[in-house]
């Protein structure tokens, strides 16, 4: 059995006050899902 266990991932944190100029989300907030997805796939 594989266990990954992944905490305080802060996911929706908006204190962060820069956009991404692509998407229009809060950067921090895109860097911490699209990080969390990555390690989701790993």
């Known amino acids: 059995m594989n266990l990954i266990h992944i905490t305080d991932t802060h996911l929706g944190l908006a204190a ?3 956009l991404d100029p692509e998407s229009g989300m809060n ?3 895109k860097q911490v899902y699209d990080n969390f997805l990555s390690a989701i796939d790993v």
């Open 27 to 29: 950067l921090r907030e």
């Open 16 to 18: 962060f006050n820069r």
